[in-house]
């Protein structure tokens, strides 16, 4: 079991040290650390889409992949994105596959992540072709890395990093908002937008925020041919109330995910079904 981490060696690192610290284990040399800037943005345009989602999915995922082992992320923010920031967190912090990033940089005023690419499936996609005890075994892996990701601790919502950042996410309606310096001042916008201005409650009692992965639907969950289950997609990752997962996970408005996976939600990152309906009345 992984130490717990104190608040202090979390929520306040700076940018530099959260980056320095997720590169210590090197990448192999790729043919990617080679291209320019340029050369990257004439592969992204022109390369075929990888974990691309079967058509009854809507907002597929689109990483073009510009070289053998390297795929192409498209962010509307600067330097450093968020998720970097919040994917080599999670490398450094935990035992959790998750996607290195060999490269950033800005084009036209947008951030492009150039990320290690994962030979496997999501698991959308293969999910109805797995036998009954790889689907537990998969559930059984999900419940442990969010328990690791439980054992990161902040006194401050959103991102990791030295400043504050917007948070995104379900129980933002998908739009960004913050930053928030504490607890209290996301809770207020929180409650505003499930009840209005007029009636002020508190939603609910415990204030404590860990490291929440913030959109664990079974198209940011890859199945790698090794058998590995990798985590990908941290855009809207950061230190939020621990029922944020739970709430994430369930929020199926179109009934895509099979009633297999959304009866094992509730063993993966819950339950929270108090927390889970007051929120949906905001949704």
């Avoid at 691309?52 to 994105?81: E, I, M, N, T």
């Avoid at 001042?185 to 913030?214: P, Q, W």
Wanted: net charge neutral.
């Amino acid at each position: 079991m992984l130490p717990k981490t104190r608040l202090t060696d979390i929520g306040q690192l700076s940018t530099e040290k959260l980056l320095a610290d997720a590169q210590l284990p090197c990448l192999q040399p790729s043919e990617s650390d080679l291209l320019s800037d340029e050369e990257i943005m004439e592969r992204f345009r022109a390369a075929p889409r990888v974990y691309a989602k079967d058509a009854p999915f809507c907002c597929p995922l689109y990483l073009p992949r510009v070289s053998q082992d390297a795929v192409v992320k498209r962010k509307a923010w600067g330097l450093p994105a968020s998720e970097e920031l919040s994917a080599e967190f999670v490398r450094s912090n935990t035992t959790i596959p998750v996607p290195r990033v060999r490269r950033s940089f800005m084009h036209k005023n947008r951030t492009y992540m150039v990320l290690e690419y994962i030979e496997g499936e999501q698991l959308a996609a293969c999910w109805p072709r797995l036998s009954m005890v790889t689907k537990l075994r998969v559930a059984w892996t999900m419940r442990n890395y969010i328990q690791q990701l439980r054992r990161l601790e902040s006194h401050r919502p959103g991102p990791p990093g030295d400043t504050p950042r917007e948070c995104e996410g379900v129980h933002f309606h998908d739009r960004p908002s913050g930053a928030f310096e504490d607890y209290e001042t996301m809770e207020d916008l929180l409650v505003c937008r499930i009840y209005g201005e007029a009636r002020r409650h508190k939603l609910f009692s415990s204030k404590k925020l860990v490291f929440t992965h913030n959109d664990l639907n079974m198209r940011n969950i890859l199945l790698d041919t090794a058998g590995r289950v990798w985590l990908i997609d941290w855009a809207w990752s950061g230190f939020f109330p621990e029922w944020f997962e739970h709430g994430s996970m369930s929020w199926d408005p179109l009934h895509h995910d099979p009633s297999s996976w959304r009866t094992l939600v509730h063993y993966m990152s819950g339950p929270y079904f108090k927390e889970l309906v007051v929120c949906i009345l905001g949704l």
